[in-house]
């Protein structure tokens, strides 16, 4: 088991910049590939980014390459997103999740369907 809390979103003009944070407890989070998802009001919940176990594996959605990073510290049990150039359309509830198998020892896992932990979500909201 393993317990997900994300923090760092809030309200936001249009060129700024967020950081989120998604804290882990209760095992090692080197154990998990994490991925960062999002949701928007009347859309379907998409991955925006993911990273392996050890973090030498990203990947990213078109919709925020460039603009996004994901990266993670495993001494902190913590994954970050870096959100820069923010815009409207980047206006959602963001999850983190952890996966446990296997296959995120050696690369970022984008299958929504092998997430094994969710956090609660925090909300990006982004004024034009």
């Known amino acids: 088991q393993v317990q997900l809390v994300e923090s760092g979103g809030g309200l936001v003009q249009a060129g700024d910049s967020l950081r989120l944070s998604c804290a882990a407890s209760g095992r090692p989070f080197s154990f998990f590939a994490v991925g960062w998802f999002r949701q928007a009001p009347g859309k379907e919940r998409e991955l925006v980014a993911a990273?392996?176990?050890?973090?030498?594996?990203?990947s990213y959605a078109d919709s925020v390459k460039a603009r996004f990073t994901i990266s993670r510290d495993n001494a902190k049990n913590t994954v970050y997103l870096q959100m820069n150039s923010l815009t409207p359309e980047d206006t959602a509830v963001y999850y983190c999740?952890?996966?446990?198998?296997?296959?995120?020892?050696?690369?970022?896992?984008?299958?929504?369907?092998?997430?094994?932990?969710w956090g609660q979500g925090t909300q990006v909201s982004v004024s034009s």
């Open positions: 990273i392996s176990r050890s973090g030498g594996s990203t």
């Open positions: 999740a952890a996966d446990q198998s296997y296959s995120g020892a050696l690369r970022a896992v984008v299958d929504e369907s092998t997430y094994d932990y």
